[in-house]
């Protein structure tokens, strides 16, 4: 089993900036890619940006050049900073690990959600 443990998020003003971090524990061998989605009362969950072993990012049009997945070293954690913040980036924020493999299957987990409010 593994545990997505999220931190970060808060209230900002429009402009502003904020990091969310996310560190994986528990019993497993690897991670093929962490990030991120948020989701918003009504509608569904969506990607935001993730980052898989090998490097690759991948980013949302709508934060593009303006969020960024540093890269870990460790490949059990991830962060996301956010910049120049508007009030449409106001959501839950869930950190996302997927195909997790634990020497018997592959398996997708989910952090807890964290807020994140822009205000204008």
């Known amino acids: 089993q593994v545990q997505l443990v999220e931190s970060g998020g808060g209230q900002v003003q429009a402009g502003g900036s904020l990091r969310l971090s996310c560190v994986a524990s528990?019993?497993?061998?690897?991670?093929?890619?962490m990030g991120w989605y948020r989701q918003v009362p009504g509608k569904q969950r969506e990607l935001v940006a993730i980052?898989?072993?090998?490097?690759?990012?991948q980013y949302a049009d709508s934060v593009k050049g303006r969020f960024t997945i540093p890269e870990d070293n460790a490949k059990k954690s991830v962060s996301l900073q956010m910049n120049s913040l508007k009030p449409d980036d106001t959501a839950v924020y869930y950190c996302n690990a997927d195909n997790v493999y634990d020497l018997r299957t592959f398996r997708t987990y989910w952090g807890q959600g964290t807020q994140v409010t822009v205000s204008s």
């Open positions: 980052r898989t072993s090998g490097g690759s990012t």
């Open positions: 528990g019993t497993f061998v690897s991670i093929n890619a």
